[in-house]
């Protein structure tokens, strides 16, 4: 069945670093991706999404390119903030709406 | 600014107590969503409706949960009756066919002791 696996948190950085969560999936045919945001105590939000391959989602710094060729989807972003902690969720659209999370990455930044 | 909001935020109840959750979905959005969130297995989907109808509840363990829509402004899961195992943050979503985002609520975080 259709998969999201993300790299496994926590993770911890300094304010003004980049950084970097893997996303790879596993699907049949070219679903859309999402990243998701969790902050404390709150649902998730809708951080970025693509629908298509090659396709580059980006909101707040941040962005994520859709890459057919190795299944994956990261999520990047060049200078990180304090108010960036917080729990990051990639997923996938299995159809109809239905959407296949990974596991979450929690980010810590530190000041 | 519109929102999903969920009732209760917190709830602690005793093992065979029946605990109900509310959803009110944001206005004019025709798809609900159920999530439950665990440190263990993470994000589930339990069930979720189109225009108040079920699409699909298989994620949710039959014999004690049930999801309904009465109207198109409220969803209800419910557990009946509770175990320590339901232990969780339990998510509601909206969102409008057609569109693949979904717009989730603050959840309601049950303690079942």
């Known amino acids: 069945g259709d998969s999201v696996t993300q790299m496994e948190g926590p993770v911890t950085l300094s304010e003004e670093a980049f950084l970097t969560i893997n996303c790879t999936y596993t699907?049949?045919?070219?679903?859309?991706l999402f990243w998701y945001v969790q902050y404390p105590g709150e649902g998730l939000q809708l951080l970025l999404k693509?629908?298509?391959?090659?396709d580059k989602g980006s909101n707040k710094g941040f962005e994520a390119t859709y890459r057919k060729e190795t299944t994956s989807f990261h999520l990047e972003k060049g200078s990180v903030q304090v108010s960036d902690s917080a729990v990051y969720f990639c997923?996938?659209?299995?159809?109809?709406?239905?959407?296949?999370f990974g596991q979450g990455t929690r980010l810590t930044i530190n000041p | 600014d519109a929102r999903v909001t969920q009732t209760p935020r917190h709830k602690v109840t005793e093992m065979g107590q029946e605990v109900t959750m509310r959803c009110q979905p944001i206005?004019?959005?025709?798809?609900v969503f159920w999530y439950r969130q665990t440190m263990m297995q993470g994000l589930e989907l339990l069930a979720y409706?189109?225009?108040?109808?079920?699409?699909?509840d298989s994620g949710m363990p039959k014999d004690r949960f049930s999801a309904e829509m009465p109207d198109a402004t409220l969803a209800t899961l419910k557990i009946q009756p509770s175990e320590p195992r339901d232990s969780a943050v339990y998510f509601c979503?909206?969102?409008?066919?057609?569109?693949?985002?979904?717009?989730f609520g603050p959840g309601t975080r049950l303690l079942v002791l």
């Open positions: 979503a909206s969102g409008m066919g057609g569109s693949e985002t979904q717009y």
């Open positions: 699907a049949t045919g070219y679903p859309s």
């Open positions: 693509a629908t298509k391959a090659d």
């Open positions: 997923a996938l659209d299995q159809g109809a709406q239905k959407l296949v």
């Open positions: 206005l004019g959005h025709n798809t």
């Open positions: 409706f189109r225009n108040r109808a079920p699409l699909d």
